[in-house]
């Protein structure tokens, strides 16, 4: 196995834990005060950045003389990761519909969770960005 397809994993076993933990907090603390959606509207800039934070401290711990295109396959593993992890989650352990499951991507009805796929997959590219300017 390569070394970026390890990391790929880590980076998307690490996501989901990011995830699992902000989820427990969405669904135990913020829904019962905030209610459904505005709990998830909380919730999704806290994943959203713990997982843009893995991404960057990945990136500059694991991707140093590494090129834009091997960062982005360490985004790309990650969200495969991630997204493999979470199916089996929701759809095996959970119990949940396969409907229900797909409509937590649909962006036209609200969810965000696509957008978190988007920046966790282009985080470690940032990350070189942002080592540019600072």
Aim: hydrophobic share 55%; glycine share 12%.
């Amino acid at each position: 196995m390569t070394r970026l397809v390890q990391l790929g994993l880590l980076y998307g076993v690490l996501g989901f834990a990011a995830g699992f933990v902000f989820g427990a907090l969405r669904e135990l603390v913020l829904i019962p005060h905030l209610g459904e959606r505005f709990g998830q509207q909380v919730e999704f800039p806290l994943v959203a950045g713990a997982v843009a934070i893995i991404g960057c401290w990945m990136a500059r711990r694991f991707g140093e003389r590494r090129s834009a295109a091997w960062l982005l396959g360490l985004g790309v593993l990650g969200v495969a990761t991630l997204v493999a992890i979470e199916s089996v989650f929701s759809l095996v352990i959970l119990g949940r519909l396969l409907e229900d499951y797909l409509a937590s991507y649909d962006l036209t009805a609200g969810s965000l969770f696509p957008v978190g796929l988007a920046i966790m997959a282009l985080a470690p590219v940032f990350s070189r960005s942002m080592e540019r300017f600072g």
